[in-house]
């Protein structure tokens, strides 16, 4: 990267995390330490006030300048949101669109409505989630939040897992499955959202 989008990459470093270090820094920009020390005194230049206390930080409640995607780079983000899985949730694809909002609004002189302009896939954008398996998703995302375990009852003669605990939605052979830890947490499964009939979250954790 340019001197110019690691100055600017720092910034969003410290947007995010507060502080770092040296190392750190360095190790994230790809550059030696000494490159780093010349980069935060050109910071510290243009009146960004950073201060070393374990750590470099900037002080609190700073106005922090806006988002600086390069055209790719917003391309590229806009793709992922559209396409990710949960796009398929009207639960989840409002929501998206409002993170896609907020992001579209941080960024200058952008004059279109959605970050991907070029390479969205559309079609699949048709293939929903029915209600059923929504509220499925829904439950399983927060309990994966939560840190929470479920009851799963499945479609199959009634049976029923109790207190797993869920890792990840994943799909796997095309279909998408909730990968959890079983009870005795030494071994992790994958169950089909299809054959789930009821989830609910666990008072235990």
């Known amino acids: 990267m340019t001197k110019t989008e690691r100055l600017l ?14 190392d750190e820094l360095a190790a994230e920009c790809n550059v030696s330490r000494r490159t780093i020390y010349r980069d935060l005194q050109v910071l510290i230049a243009m009146d960004i006030p950073i201060y ?3 750590g470099y930080n900037l002080v609190d409640k700073i106005s922090m300048p806006p988002l600086n995607f390069t055209r790719e780079e917003q391309e590229l983000l806009g793709y992922c ?3 990710t899985p949960l796009k398929r949730s009207p639960r989840f694809a409002e929501k998206i669109r409002n993170i896609e909002l907020k992001i579209i609004s941080s960024i200058p002189r952008i004059k279109r409505n959605s970050l991907c ?6 079609e699949r954008r048709r293939n929903q989630f029915v209600p059923e398996v929504d509220d499925i998703v829904d439950c399983c995302l927060k309990a994966l939040i939560n840190g929470s375990r479920l ?3 499945l479609r199959t003669a009634g049976r029923s897992i109790k207190q797993v ?3 990840a939605l994943q799909i796997r052979e095309r279909s998408w499955q909730l990968i959890a830890a079983d009870k005795s947490a030494q071994r992790e499964i994958g169950i089909p959202l299809e054959e789930i009939e009821k989830v609910r979250i666990s008072s235990v954790r």
Request: with cysteine; charged share 30%; net charge positive.
């Open 9 to 22: 990459f720092i910034l969003n470093l410290f947007r995010v995390k507060k502080s770092a270090r040296i």
């Open 52 to 54: 070393c206390n374990d």
């Open 81 to 83: 949101l559209m396409n």
């Open 117 to 122: 302009n070029l390479i969205v896939d559309y």
């Open 151 to 153: 009851k799963i009852e």
């Open 165 to 167: 605990k869920p890792k």
